[in-house]
C-alpha cells in the first residue's frame, strides 16, 4: 500500500468508532490522518506535526472543543479547524467561527460533507501556505533590496561627493575663465570710449589753430564727455557681476540722436583702423527727419551699437560701406548695421549671439555680440542677423517704445532740486589724490562755498581741531587714517558735522548695504557738480532735521 503524501489531518473526538469511521474515509482518499481522543492528546500531536486541518467534536472530557480551539491557535495558528457537534446551538456555532473555525458540522456527519469541508479546509491551507510562502520570499527580497539600495546609495555618495569637489573645482577654473574673458570684453569697450578722450584733446593741441573755432572745440568736450560718461557706465557694469538682476535704468532716448553719438564715439577708432590697413570705408546713414523716441538704456545701446559698427569695420577687407538705417515701427523702432563685408557661414550665423563663440581666434572674447543680444533683451526687444557670404551682413535691432512688463525697469527721474538751500558751508575736501583735491575744491567754489583740503585722515582731524566745518567730503581708501576710521572720529568729536564719502567704491559700498558708521552720504568716483551737490543737500538736510529734533525735545522737556 502506498503511503500517504497529502495534507495532514488531527481528528479529535472521545467516541472511538467516530475517531476510526473518519481517519477510514479520509485516508482512503490520501489524506495523512492521526487521531485523539481528549484536547490533551491533541495538543501532544499538534506540537509533534504541523496539521493542515484539525477536525474536533466540541464536547471532549475535561476541556471542551471551543477552549481546544482557542488553544490550536496559539500552537498551530496556521491550521485550519472544523468543529462537529451533536447539540448543535447558536452560542457554540457563534464561539466557534469567533475563535477562527472553518466550518461548523453536526453529526451524525455523513461521509460526503465531511470530505466536502476536510477538502476545502486542506485546500485553503494550501493558498494560505503559499500567500506565506510568497510573503516570506517578499520579505527576502525587499530586505535584499533595501540592503542593495542603501549599499548603492553609499557608493552614490561617495560618488556625488567626489563629484561635487570635482565641480568646484571646475567652477572655480570657470568662474576665473569668465573673469578673464569678462575683463578682457570690458577693456576693450573701454578702449573703444577712450579713444575720443585722448584723441580729440591731441587733435586739439597738435592743431592749435583749431583752437579758435569755439564750435568745433565745444563739439570735440561734447564728445569727450559723452565718452567719460560712457566710460563710468562700463566700470559702473561690473555692479552686474556682485548684484546680479539689477533694475533696468530707462529714459526717453531720441534714436536718431542714438546714432548719431555712435559714429561720433567710433570715429577715432574705425578711423585708425581703416587707415592702419589701409582700406576705403564710408559711413552711410539713412535717418528719417521726423523725432522716434523709445524708452531705453542710452549706455547700454550705445554700446551694442559701438560692437556692431566696429565689427561691421573688421569684416570689410579693402573697400566697402557700413550702412546705419533708422525707421520707425508699429510698435517701437528699428536699427539696421550693414556692412559690404565677407559675410558669415551659416553655421557662425546660427551660433554668432552665444558667449564665448567667436571666428576671431585669440584677437576675440567671443562677449560682444552675447552682450549686445542680452542688453537687447533686458529692452523688451530682439536682435536679428541676415548674412551672406562674400555679399555682407545686416544686424537689425527692434525695440519697442517701452520695455515689456518682463523688463523689470526703473524710469530715471530728473535730478531733483534739494529741499532745502544749503546756503554757503565751510567744507573740508579730504583725498590723497591731488587731481580729485583739485577738481573737488574748483566745483565746491564755483557753487560759492568755502572749501580747504587735507592729503589724509589725519591732517584733516588737525584742520578739525582748528576750525569749524559744516561738512567733510572724504575718499575712503588713504593712506594712514582712511575714511571709515576719520569719519567715526569726526562724529564722536563733532556730531553736528555732516561727513559725504565720495569713493571709486561707492557703488558697490551702496549695493551691499555696507554704510560705515558716521557716514551721511555715498557717492561714486567719478562724480559731476551735479550729484556732488544733490549728495550736499541730503546730507545738510539731515542735519536740519537733526537739529530740530533736538530742540524739540529740549523744548518739551523744559
Not at 298 to 306: C, D, N, P, Q, S
Not at 320 to 339: F, P, Q
Amino acid at each position: 500500500m502506498t503511503e500517504n503524501t497529502g495534507p495532514r489531518v488531527l481528528v479529535v473526538d472521545d467516541e472511538k468508532s467516530i475517531r476510526f469511521s473518519l481517519r477510514e474515509f479520509l485516508a482512503a482518499e490520501g489524506y495523512r490522518v492521526e487521531v485523539a481522543a481528549d484536547a490533551a492528546q491533541a495538543l501532544d500531536a499538534i506540537g509533534r506535526h504541523d496539521f493542515d486541518v484539525v477536525v474536533s467534536d466540541i464536547v471532549l472530557p475535561r476541556t471542551n472543543g471551543i477552549d481546544l480551539l482557542k488553544s490550536i491557535r496559539l500552537a498551530a495558528p496556521n491550521a485550519q479547524v472544523i468543529m462537529v457537534t451533536g447539540d448543535p446551538t447558536v452560542n457554540t456555532a457563534t464561539e466557534a467561527l469567533r475563535h477562527g473555525a472553518l466550518d461548523y458540522l453536526t453529526k451524525p456527519v455523513n461521509k460526503s460533507a465531511i470530505l466536502r469541508s476536510v477538502g476545502n479546509a486542506a485546500r485553503l491551507k494550501k493558498v494560505d501556505d503559499e500567500r506565506r510562502r510568497l510573503e516570506e520570499e517578499n520579505q527576502r527580497h525587499r530586505e535584499r533590496l533595501e540592503q542593495l539600495v542603501r549599499e548603492r546609495t553609499r557608493e552614490l555618495e561617495e560618488a556625488l561627493a567626489t563629484v561635487r569637489r570635482t565641480q568646484q573645482e571646475v567652477i572655480k577654473q570657470e568662474r576665473l575663465n569668465a573673469l578673464g574673458q569678462m575683463v578682457s570684453g570690458i577693456a576693450h569697450d573701454f578702449n573703444n570710449v577712450l579713444m575720443p578722450i585722448m584723441g580729440l584733446p591731441e587733435f586739439l593741441l597738435s592743431n592749435p589753430e583749431r583752437l579758435d573755432d569755439r564750435e568745433a572745440v565745444v563739439g570735440a568736450l561734447r564728445t569727450m564727455h559723452t565718452a567719460a560718461r560712457d566710460a563710468r557706465e562700463i566700470v559702473r557694469r561690473l555692479r552686474e557681476f556682485y548684484r546680479p538682476g539689477d533694475a533696468l535704468e530707462v529714459q526717453p532716448v531720441r534714436v536718431q540722436d542714438l546714432v548719431t553719438q555712435v559714429i561720433e564715439l567710433t570715429q577715432p577708432a574705425w578711423r585708425a583702423q581703416t587707415q592702419a590697413g589701409g582700406k576705403t570705408v564710408r559711413i552711410v546713414t539713412d535717418l528719417p527727419a521726423g523725432p522716434i523716441t523709445v524708452t531705453a538704456n542710452e549706455f547700454g545701446m550705445r554700446e551694442v551699437l559701438t560692437n556692431l559698427v566696429l565689427n561691421a569695420m573688421d569684416a570689410i577687407a579693402s573697400e566697402g560701406r557700413v550702412t546705419l538705417a533708422v525707421a520707425e515701427t508699429e510698435d517701437g523702432a528699428a536699427i539696421r548695421v550693414s556692412d559690404t563685408g565677407c559675410g558669415m557661414l551659416e553655421e557662425v550665423r546660427r551660433h554668432c549671439f552665444e558667449p564665448f563663440y567667436s571666428t576671431k581666434g585669440e584677437h576675440g572674447t567671443g562677449l560682444g555680440l552675447s552682450i549686445c543680444h542680452g542688453i537687447v533683451q533686458r529692452h523688451g526687444g530682439r536682435i536679428e542677423v541676415e548674412s551672406e557670404v562674400g555679399k555682407g551682413t545686416t544686424f537689425s535691432i527692434f525695440l519697442p517704445r517701452e520695455p515689456t512688463d518682463g523688463a523689470r525697469v526703473v524710469k530715471r527721474a530728473k535730478p531733483a532740486e534739494p529741499e532745502r538751500s544749503t546756503g554757503k558751508l565751510s567744507i573740508l575736501v579730504v583725498d590723497d589724490e591731488a587731481i580729485s583735491r583739485s577738481l573737488l575744491r574748483a566745483f565746491l567754489q564755483r557753487a560759492g562755498h568755502r572749501v580747504e583740503t587735507a592729503e589724509e585722515g589725519r591732517e584733516a582731524l588737525k584742520a578739525l581741531a582748528a576750525a569749524d566745518f559744516d561738512l567733510v567730503v572724504t575718499d575712503r581708501a588713504m593712506p594712514g587714517m582712511g575714511g571709515d576710521e576719520l569719519a567715526r572720529s569726526i562724529k564722536q568729536a563733532r556730531p553736528a558735522t555732516r561727513v559725504i564719502m565720495l569713493t571709486g567704491f561707492g557703488d558697490l559700498m551702496k549695493y551691499q548695504a555696507e554704510w560705515p558708521e558716521g557716514v551721511d552720504e555715498i557717492l561714486g568716483k567719478p562724480v559731476t557738480p551735479e550729484e556732488l551737490n544733490r549728495a550736499i543737500g541730503a546730507a545738510m538736510g539731515r542735519r536740519h532735521d537733526s537739529e530740530s529734533q533736538t530742540k524739540e525735545g529740549t523744548e518739551r522737556d523744559a
